[in-house]
């Protein structure tokens, strides 16, 4: 199973139990035993993957989770080259998605989502699609960032990203294009999440090039060519059932329905407390969200006690399978991302998926559609959605007014609801703090690492890069010490 033939090896049988099997965990698993080390991996539910997952509806099997990755590195379409999926990454539809602005005006109220920016930021603010985004004197106030002086706030500690825009842009740009672009991604408000945590690196080229649309186009320019995220043809999905396949080939030791109840030293390894019975290992790796890894840690390290992270509330997805032969013109791209305070509409965000994938498209059929609805805007349920069955009937009333086609439940072949609890974590101002005394207090146990989402970030691209930065400083601190040649 081995993926490298030029690691450092570890004595044989230094056992590494691993505790969560989300896609943070199976990497880990992944990268410890192809240094030679024994891995369980000891999950609480009877599924592998975390939000990389899927389910079937209406017969078509669809991802529950992620559906697509972001390009700006080489991580996830590498994971798939190495996991035999290299012929299954495909990019989506470039018509892209629309856009949905507060209010109810229907002849203003949608459009095409520029893309010349990061993060709904423009690069350039007077581009005619931002002045139809954001109107005339929204863009007069956001062109005054190329005159404006920085002052201190590109070394302030923190800062939010709704703080940047707004004293940069103003209060349209932050409103109309960040806002809801964020709202899809984080599901949080720009003015929580930390700048530095969500857009690294916009700050310093803030400096360098004088404002932030220059700093924006500066690094749009720096990016890789193409489109901004990928996935997998037959859904993402299959890079946890091809992870797991090649985990348990390798002689990963994979225990589902395996919930951690505590955790203890035991001499200078490990025990894990389950239902079934204890798991001792010489090290231990934490892949579990932040409220559950610190409460599992308190006792053994009880410095983590007092960063432990606030709970972050669910994020609800409901599938629609509809036969409406009237979507196959694609009336809003891939989908529309909602604006806080668009009247009539619950969700934050749309997906159409077959417009978005081509494989999915063929795989429906002609007439048929797969529609996304994501509810969860800044992390909160409203009491009209509380159940599925009421889900159910907003995402109805949602689709048709976000498409501007009429669905009625007589269209619907099949529908699903998911609920992720805190698949999401918010990089909220001071996030990076958080993570350093988290990082301070793992380093000092030397058998002892911590990943996930929660330290990461968001997304599949930070959660895997993590996951193979903990395990490797793991295996390097397991593996035995080289001898001095000099004998001194």
Same mark, same amino acid.
């Given at each position: 199973?081995?993926?490298?033939?030029?690691?450092?090896?570890?004595?044989?049988?230094?056992?590494?139990?691993?505790?969560?099997?989300?896609?943070?965990?199976?990497?880990?698993?992944?990268?410890?035993?192809?240094?030679?080390?024994?891995?369980?991996?000891?999950?609480?539910?009877?599924?592998?993957?975390?939000?990389?997952?899927?389910?079937?509806?209406?017969?078509?099997?669809?991802?529950?989770?992620?559906?697509?990755?972001?390009?700006?590195?080489?991580?996830?379409?590498?994971?798939?080259?190495?996991?035999?999926?290299?012929?299954?990454?495909?990019?989506?539809?470039?018509?892209?998605?629309?856009?949905?602005?507060?209010?109810?005006?229907?002849?203003?109220?949608?459009?095409?989502?520029?893309?010349?920016?990061?993060?709904?930021?423009?690069?350039?603010?007077?581009?005619?699609?931002?002045?139809?985004?954001?109107?005339?004197?929204?863009?007069?106030?956001?062109?005054?960032?190329?005159?404006?002086?920085?002052?201190?706030?590109?070394?302030?500690?923190?800062?939010?990203?709704?703080?940047?825009?707004?004293?940069?842009?103003?209060?349209?740009?932050?409103?109309?294009?960040?806002?809801?672009?964020?709202?899809?991604?984080?599901?949080?408000?720009?003015?929580?999440?930390?700048?530095?945590?969500?857009?690294?690196?916009?700050?310093?080229?803030?400096?360098?090039?004088?404002?932030?649309?220059?700093?924006?186009?500066?690094?749009?320019?720096?990016?890789?060519?193409?489109?901004?995220?990928?996935?997998?043809?037959?859904?993402?999905?299959?890079?946890?059932?091809?992870?797991?396949?090649?985990?348990?080939?390798?002689?990963?030791?994979?225990?589902?329905?395996?919930?951690?109840?505590?955790?203890?030293?035991?001499?200078?390894?490990?025990?894990?407390?389950?239902?079934?019975?204890?798991?001792?290992?010489?090290?231990?790796?934490?892949?579990?969200?932040?409220?559950?890894?610190?409460?599992?840690?308190?006792?053994?390290?009880?410095?983590?006690?007092?960063?432990?992270?606030?709970?972050?509330?669910?994020?609800?997805?409901?599938?629609?399978?509809?036969?409406?032969?009237?979507?196959?013109?694609?009336?809003?791209?891939?989908?529309?991302?909602?604006?806080?305070?668009?009247?009539?509409?619950?969700?934050?965000?749309?997906?159409?998926?077959?417009?978005?994938?081509?494989?999915?498209?063929?795989?429906?059929?002609?007439?048929?559609?797969?529609?996304?609805?994501?509810?969860?805007? /800044? &992390?909160?349920?409203?009491?009209? +959605?509380? %159940? !599925? *069955?009421?889900?159910?009937?907003? #995402? =109805? @009333?949602?689709?048709? $007014?976000?498409?501007?086609?009429?669905?009625?439940?007589?269209?619907?072949?099949?529908?699903?609801?998911?609920?992720?609890?805190?698949?999401?974590?918010?990089?909220?101002?001071?996030?990076?703090?958080?993570?350093?005394?988290?990082?301070?207090?793992?380093?000092?146990?030397?058998?002892?690492?911590?990943?996930?989402?929660?330290? /990461? &970030?968001?997304?599949?691209?930070? +959660?895997? %890069? !993590? *996951?193979?930065?903990?395990?490797? #400083? =793991? @295996?390097?601190?397991? $593996?035995?010490?080289?001898?001095?040649?000099?004998?001194?």
């Amino acid at each position: 199973m081995p993926h490298r033939s030029n690691v450092p090896r570890v004595t044989p049988g230094k056992p590494v139990v691993v505790v969560g099997g989300g896609m943070a965990g199976l990497i880990v698993a992944r990268e410890l035993l192809a240094r030679g080390l024994t891995v369980t991996v000891l999950e609480r539910s009877s599924a592998f993957g975390g939000c990389v997952a899927d389910h079937e509806v209406a017969g078509l099997r669809l991802d529950s989770g992620a559906e697509s990755y972001s390009t700006r590195s080489d991580t996830v379409p590498a994971l798939a080259r190495q996991l035999g999926l290299a012929d299954h990454l495909v990019t989506p539809n470039p018509a892209g998605a629309w856009i949905r602005f507060p209010g109810k005006d229907p002849q203003h109220s949608a459009m095409p989502l520029p893309r010349s920016g990061i993060l709904g930021i423009p690069a350039d603010v007077l581009d005619p699609e931002i002045v139809r985004a954001i109107g005339r004197a929204g863009a007069l106030r956001a062109s005054l960032d190329k005159v404006l002086p920085l002052g201190s706030l590109y070394k302030d500690e923190g800062v939010s990203l709704g703080e940047v825009v707004r004293a940069r842009m103003g209060i349209d740009v932050l409103t109309r294009l960040v806002a809801p672009v964020v709202g899809g991604v984080f599901s949080a408000d720009p003015d929580d999440l930390d700048v530095d945590s969500v857009a690294p690196g916009l700050r310093k080229m803030m400096k360098q090039h004088g404002s932030l649309g220059a700093a924006v186009g500066a690094m749009r320019a720096a990016a890789p060519a193409g489109s901004a995220v990928g996935g997998l043809s037959g859904g993402m999905a299959q890079l946890t059932a091809a992870l797991t396949d090649e985990l348990r080939a390798g002689g990963a030791d994979l225990r589902p329905d395996s919930e951690a109840l505590s955790i203890a030293r035991s001499g200078s390894g490990w025990t894990v407390a389950t239902a079934s019975g204890p798991v001792a290992a010489d090290a231990l790796v934490m892949a579990v969200d932040g409220p559950g890894a610190v409460d599992l840690l308190g006792d053994a390290l009880p410095r983590l006690r007092e960063d432990r992270p606030q709970a972050v509330p669910g994020v609800a997805l409901v599938t629609l399978v509809v036969d409406v032969p009237e979507l196959d013109a694609h009336p809003r791209g891939t989908g529309v991302l909602v604006a806080a305070g668009a009247e009539g509409v619950s969700a934050k965000a749309l997906t159409h998926a077959t417009a978005k994938w081509s494989w999915l498209a063929d795989q429906a059929g002609p007439g048929s559609h797969v529609l996304r609805l994501s509810y969860g805007r /800044a &992390g909160q349920l409203g009491d009209e +959605v509380a %159940d !599925d *069955a009421a889900l159910y009937r907003a #995402a =109805l @009333a949602d689709a048709s $007014a976000l498409l501007e086609t009429t669905i009625d439940e007589a269209d619907v072949v099949g529908w699903k609801v998911v609920r992720w609890n805190g698949a999401l974590p918010h990089a909220s101002v001071g996030h990076r703090d958080l993570v350093a005394r988290v990082r301070a207090a793992a380093a000092s146990e030397r058998h002892l690492e911590i990943t996930g989402a929660w330290l /990461a &970030g968001t997304g599949l691209v930070a +959660v895997i %890069d !993590d *996951a193979r930065v903990r395990a490797k #400083a =793991l @295996a390097d601190r397991l $593996a035995p010490q080289a001898k001095d040649p000099t004998g001194l």
